[in-house]
């Protein structure tokens, strides 16, 4: 799914040291705590696989794929303001529940049509970009999803916060926003707060964290340069890094 920080172009260097964790541990459950695109939870082997996010449009979404054939594409931008305006009313809560689309169906407008996959953050994404007229953008983002589903067969997708989780003997992989960078829509947490969580449940669990940075405390076991495109002509070097609890 085209996700804002989707790990989709490092998912291959970061899933094999996720599941060597998973398989030398013998562990049954699998937690991706900020599950967004799922795009690295596809690729996990483990009885139990479990999606957290706390955007709900994007977890209707992910508990209805089997809706994604006959979602109609392209989205107009007069739909896509309708579905904008439902989810900016139900967030400040100033609504009656009667809307026209159900929530998988805003979520799905909202990855689909949303400029960089920024759920109704970026704007509208034409369907057809002026730099590639033969391009078709939202049947090119509802196959990536129709592509992925079959690989989501069997996860488990919940509202639920980060702070609230509590398990032990499982291998949890966390892929929050970024420090430094534009945050998601969805990104109220305070960032300190965020690695004593991390700290407290690596007592009894694996965590890895996706971050460019980490505290003194936490060790980097990979690293890779990435090339991000920043607008229509630029690029900016990156450096994913994966972080464990020393």
Known sequence: ????????????????????????????????AFVGGANLIQHIKCENRIGYDVNPYLIAL????????????????????????????????????????????????????????????????????????????????????????????????????????????TVIYCDPPYNGTKPYLYDNYDKDKFWDKVRELSEHNQVFVSELSAPDDFEMVWHKKIKNTVGLNNSLDQVEKLFIKK
């Not at 970061?14 to 599941?19: E, G, H, N, R, T």
Request: aromatic fraction near 12%.
């Open 62 to 169: 992910l508990n209805n794929l089997d809706k994604i054939p006959d979602f109609k594409v392209p989205i107009s931008k007069e739909e896509y303001d309708i579905c904008r305006a439902e989810w900016r009313a139900a967030r400040a809560q100033t609504f009656v529940r009667d809307w026209a689309y159900d929530d998988w169906y805003i979520g799905a407008v909202g990855y689909i049509a949303s400029f960089g996959g920024r759920f109704y953050d970026g704007g509208y994404a034409k369907d057809v970009p002026a730099s590639d007229p033969k391009r078709h953008e939202h049947l090119n983002r509802k196959n990536n999803i129709l592509k992925q589903a079959p690989d989501l067969i069997g996860c488990k997708f919940e509202v639920k916060d980060f702070f609230s989780l509590d398990c032990a003997d």
């Open 1 to 32: 799914m085209v996700y804002q920080g989707s790990k989709s172009r490092v998912a291959k260097d970061i899933v094999p040291i996720i599941q060597k964790s998973i398989d030398e541990s013998n562990c049954a459950t699998f937690i991706d």
